[in-house]
């Protein structure tokens, strides 16, 4: 049997951007009696506590202590102490880097004509420095689902953009994830990188992990997951997830 469940988080475990339903927060208790459970994703820490730490129904220390939060693609690391959460490692950009790629997202996105400045809400912004990559959300991190999913469905303006990317500062990599994101990394610090130190912290193998994602084609944000050789589950959305996870309940006999 698998030991861990890992999880991309937008658009896997919930609504881009929003906290996880009822329903996938009692599932993931449940995961946790059976479960090492690992989200990862380039969200920041605070958001892995709003979106399912917070949300999770009257946890237990023991469910809070196999819960793992890969943070910033797992380039930060958080484990429950019993009391609070702790960071276990880090590996931050360069104030140099983050400098760099803001400038050529922002350029990249100008000359296309995707540079949506004008339909931000007051206080936000298009580029984020999320410490270990950086991140462009086309309409900012609060714009409303319905505008986010109608800005970029085909995924064709953010291909563009990471063409474009490539061409103005090729030596970083540039991942679409979410409804309108791309977050650039520095080669290697992709989920390949959060699984990898996964595979070290929890001393295990890549076969007693799987995997669920939304974005497991080539380019986006799950394939390096893929491309590691680990067990993945393709889901369309978290209701996808869902019906996963009442299945792998339902074999073990733990689905009331
Ligand atoms: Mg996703």
Known sequence: ???????????????????????????????????????????????????????????????????????????????????????????????EQVAKITATIEQAARELGYWEADKLQDGDEIIENRLSQVTF??????????????????????????????????EFDYEIGGTTSINAITPGMNKVFGMTHLLEELHVEKSDILYFGDMTQPGGN????????????????HEDTAYALRGILGVIGDLA
Not at 11 to 33: G, R, S
Not at 153 to 158: A, G, V
Request: charged share 20%; net charge neutral; aromatic share 8%.
């Open 1 to 95: 049997m698998k030991k861990v469940l890992a999880f991309d988080i937008d658009q896997t475990l919930n609504v881009a951007k929003t906290p996880i339903t009822d329903e996938i927060a009692t599932l993931l208790v449940k995961c946790l009696d059976h479960f090492e459970v690992c989200p990862i994703s380039g969200q920041k820490f605070d958001q892995f506590l709003i979106q399912i730490v917070n949300r999770l129904p009257h946890p237990t220390a023991k469910q809070l202590s196999h819960l793992h939060l890969f943070v910033a693609q797992g380039t930060q690391y958080y484990r429950h102490n019993g009391t609070d959460w702790e960071q276990v490692y880090n590996y931050p950009l360069t104030s």
């Open 137 to 170: 959300s086309a309409l900012g991190q609060h714009a409303g689902t319905e505008a986010k999913y109608a800005w970029d469905p085909d995924c064709k303006k953010r291909e563009r953009i990471v063409a474009r990317c490539k061409e103005l500062a090729p």
């Open 222 to 237: 799950d394939y390096p997951v893929v491309q590691m050789g680990i067990d993945t589950i393709t889901v369309r959305s």
